[in-house]
């Protein structure tokens, strides 16, 4: 019969090095869990922030409902109702019969439609910050709406958006591990079965709060702060 681990027993470190695969299997599902949807996310969010910002009152509306949607609902939520709902009646149009898509798909889905909504308020806060008379201005020189936001607003609210970017990536990886409630193997999935395995509880979740902090401090020191130093006009 199974029982747990007393508490007055030494902690067992070694089922770290025992489940190291896992651990390892589960940090790179994370990291690409997390780039993937934040580059998804950035380019839908781009379009939804310009969408919201449109003079077609139905493009407005439906951008706008879109944002609210996900950013005024718990991501648990979303994540359980794409995976439970959503991808399993698409994948069912799309391939009659056949079985449901891994977690990690919905993983995938569930993290960039989340990311889209928070980006599309960062890209229309950054663009909003550029005046107006640069618009003008490149009107005036001849350029189409569409060239004009590509060849000088973009550009210009790109560097007074990267801190708000940065940080949106730092949540989102934070935020990935709610995909453990359903069996994305990731990090915090991966903590979770070696905890569940081994009765060790101290060990799996401390090394996953560590390499959660080794990956938010690389992203915020190094990434986000190099991105801001090289882009910066100052």
């Known amino acids: ?15 770290i090095y025992d489940y190291r695969e896992l651990f390892i299997r589960g ?36 951008c706008s409902i879109y944002v609210e949607l996900f950013r005024g609902t718990p991501m648990l939520v979303q994540i359980l109702l794409i995976h ?7 994948w069912g149009i799309l391939y009659p019969g056949a079985s449901s898509p891994e977690a990690i798909y919905s993983g995938f889905v569930a993290l ?4 889209a909504a928070y980006m599309a308020e960062i890209f229309r806060a950054g663009i909003q910050s550029i005046d107006p008379g640069q618009m003008e201005a490149a009107r ?3 350029m189409n709406k569409g060239l004009a936001m590509r060849q000088i607003i973009l ?7 990267l801190p708000a970017i940065g940080n949106e990536f730092i949540a989102l990886l934070k935020d ?6 359903i069996a994305t193997p990731e990090l915090n999935y991966a903590a979770m079965n070696v905890a569940k395995s081994t009765f060790e509880r101290y060990p799996p979740y401390l090394t996953e709060a560590a390499v959660y902090l080794v990956l938010t401090l690389f992203l915020s020191r190094i990434v986000v702060r190099g991105l801001e130093k090289k882009y910066s006009t100052r």
Request: hydrophobic share 50%; net charge positive; proline share 4%.
């Open 27 to 62: 940090i790179m599902n994370t990291i690409l869990l997390t780039a993937v949807a934040t580059v998804c996310g950035t380019f839908l969010g781009l379009f939804i922030s310009l969408g919201k910002m449109s003079s077609k009152r139905i493009l407005r509306w439906t």
């Open 155 to 161: 550009p210009q609210a790109f560097t007074r958006m």
């Open 84 to 90: 439970f709902a959503v991808i399993p009646s698409i």
């Open 140 to 142: 005036s020189l001849g």
């Open 176 to 181: 990935s591990s709610l995909l453990a409630v």
């Open 1 to 15: 019969m199974l029982t747990g681990r007393r508490e007055d027993e030494p902690l067992d470190w070694s089922v």
């Open 112 to 115: 960039s439609l989340n990311a």
